[in-house]
């Protein structure tokens, strides 16, 4: 018999299945992000697998499953696991790969050579490397659930490789282009859009990140002079202290009496600043630049650390902030090695 137990962790409420494996006759336990009746469902349905002894295996009551079927499978399984950006994204993603096959198919009828082609397809119809990437990840996990729910004997994924995407380069605005995009703004009269582009100027969010749902009158604690951020990513949550131009636009938009600080929608935000780069002519730069310029000025004018940094932009690690900023770190690296003249 499986065990069923309710557990509370940053995601929220989730419920904790315990079993027996049947081949490594060890106790295993699988954490689920869903509701108690579709926990119940799960459970259930992990008994009759461990009855079986299929845990791992071909299941004999799925000798043969379409595409079409594993992939409602995994939508349901990542609704009830994953975030509804990713769910969104993931379905973009699997629409891609079912234009691809053109048919439905059995799914062990997908082979590596089947994953190549469509690899090399998105990249001769002009997709992204990076875009590439995250679809042939997205692909490689859901059929490595596959073969976790006995359905596939193996993923047809494993092997594959990433295309090989060259060194990011990191648009951020320099000091007097910051200047010059104020100055386009003011000149248009809009200052409510102004005020947007400090915010992230002096936050370092994600687009989305200040706008609501995730943003609201809520986050924003004068008291202890401070905004609370939900990451768009992995729900994460971070505090980013108000400096004093932080504090000066929350203050004005509050004497507005306004339902929620930044009510734009995220499309709108896009081609706004777009329209407002061209007329500062400020090349190659889009609203994630304002986001990478705030980390930028506090390493290039030692303000912060890289740690301190990563955990104001809410990366995942220092490695992530690392690999955006390196080419700043190791001009301060050259900068403290020089201040050794001084010393010695």
């Not at 995994?74 to 509804?84: E, G, I, Q, V």
């Not at 004068?222 to 905004?227: A, D, L, M, Q, V």
């Not at 290039?300 to 220092?318: M, R, W």
């Amino acid at each position: 018999m499986a065990t069923l137990k309710k557990v509370e962790n940053k995601k929220g409420t989730a419920y904790k299945i315990g079993f027996m494996h049947p081949e490594t006759k060890k106790w295993t336990t699988k954490t689920i992000h869903t509701s108690y009746k579709v926990a119940l469902r799960i459970k259930a349905e992990i008994e009759k697998d461990v009855a079986y002894g299929v845990i791992g295996k071909m299941n004999p009551e799925l000798r043969k499953i379409f595409w079409s079927q594993l992939k409602a499978k995994y939508k349901n399984y990542a609704k009830r696991n994953k975030s509804p950006k990713t769910v969104d994204r993931e379905k973009y993603i699997l629409n891609n790969f079912d234009s691809f096959l053109g048919s439905d198919l059995p799914a062990d009828k997908i082979t590596p050579n089947t994953i190549d082609r469509f690899k090399e397809n998105r990249i001769k119809d002009g997709a992204s490397l990076s875009t590439v990437s995250i679809e042939i990840r997205c692909l490689r996990a859901l059929f490595n659930k596959a073969v976790e729910w006995g359905v596939l004997r193996t993923n047809p994924v494993k092997g594959i490789k990433l295309p090989i995407i060259e060194e990011i380069s990191v648009r951020f605005l320099r000091v007097n282009e910051i200047k010059d995009l104020m100055k386009v703004i003011e000149e248009d009269d809009n200052n409510d859009f102004l005020r947007l582009v400090l915010a992230y100027l002096n936050t370092g969010a994600r687009r989305n990140e200040l706008l609501p749902p995730l943003f609201t009158w809520d986050n924003v604690d004068f008291e202890e002079n401070k905004i609370l951020i939900h990451g768009i990513k992995r729900q994460t949550r971070r505090y980013i202290p108000m400096n004093k131009a932080l504090r000066k636009v929350f203050m004005e938009l509050k004497a507005m009496k306004i339902q929620t600080p930044f009510n734009f929608k995220p499309d709108f935000i896009t081609h706004k600043i777009a329209k407002y780069y061209k007329a500062a002519e400020i090349e190659g730069a889009n609203t994630h630049s304002l986001r990478k310029t705030f980390g930028s000025l506090l390493i290039q004018n030692k303000k912060a650390d890289i740690y301190t940094v990563s955990k104001l932009l809410g990366h995942a690690s220092v490695k992530t902030t690392e690999k955006y900023y390196i080419d700043l770190i190791d001009d301060n690296y050259q900068t403290a090695v020089d201040g050794l003249d001084e010393i010695l």
